[in-house]
């Protein structure tokens, strides 16, 4: 079973990247809701590879239920907490 991207032409490929940044936030607002969430007792924080806890990709809200990484990145998305 495949990724399903091989049937997909370059036009699409390039149309859905294009979306794909459209939607994302810059930087500078992505670390800063990073930042919040980091210090925020709402986020799950987990085992890192150095063996301290903190936001990993896989960190979730617990308000929301929502991995962190994708929804600070997500120009449209909010902090349920209204914290960002
Ligand atoms: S999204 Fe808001 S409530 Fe959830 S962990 Fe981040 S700062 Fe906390």
Redesign the pocket.
């Known amino acids: 079973m495949g990724c399903g991207c091989r049937g997909v032409s370059e036009e699409d490929l390039v149309k859905a990247r294009v979306e794909e940044q459209q939607s994302r936030a810059d930087k500078e607002t992505v670390d800063m809701?990073r930042t919040?969430?980091r210090g925020?007792?709402?986020?799950e924080k987990r085992k890192r590879s150095d063996g301290t806890l903190g936001l990993t990709t896989f960190s979730k809200?617990?308000?929301?239920g929502?991995p962190?990484a994708g929804?600070?990145a997500g120009a449209a998305e909010v902090?349920?907490?209204?914290?960002?």
């Open positions: 809701r919040v969430c925020c007792e709402h986020s809200c617990d308000v929301c929502c962190i929804k600070t902090c349920p907490e209204g914290r960002w």
